[in-house]
């Protein structure tokens, strides 16, 4: 088992910046393909950014290519995503998620949530 927990989501205006976290326990994800999805109220679940746990390719949904930035921190087993010049059309839930095996875009392919952080960007 896999346990995530988000943090940093919150209320920003549009231009601004936030740093969401995702503190990873249980069994190592060192094998693990890590990503951060968002959702909004009668949407799918949509992929925004993942990250090889490995070998740190990563990888960015057109829609927050050159304004996102995910990374992580294996001594502490943390994952982040780093938020910059944000739109009101970012404001959604994000969720932290994993899976084994390789880069996947689709959030059925990942086997570990967290609870979300709401990230809501004023105009």
């Known amino acids: 088992q896999v346990q995530l927990v988000e943090s940093g989501g919150g209320l920003v205006q549009a231009g601004d910046s936030l740093r969401l976290s995702c503190a990873a326990s249980?069994?190592?994800?060192?094998?693990?393909?890590m990503g951060w999805f968002r959702q909004t109220p009668g949407k799918e679940r949509e992929f925004v950014a993942g990250?090889?746990?490995?070998?740190?390719?990563?990888y960015y949904a057109d829609s927050v290519k050159g304004r996102f930035t995910i990374s992580r921190d294996n001594t502490k087993n943390m994952l982040y995503l780093q938020m910059d010049s944000l739109k009101p059309e970012d404001t959604a839930v994000y969720y932290c998620?994993?899976?084994?095996?390789?880069?996947?875009?689709?959030?059925?392919?990942?086997?570990?949530w967290g609870q979300g952080t709401q990230v809501t960007v004023s105009s």
């Open positions: 249980g069994r190592t994800v060192s094998n693990y393909f």
């Open positions: 998620a994993a899976k084994q095996g390789p880069y996947r875009t689709t959030y059925l392919a990942y086997n570990y």
């Open positions: 990250i090889s746990w490995i070998i740190s390719s990563t």
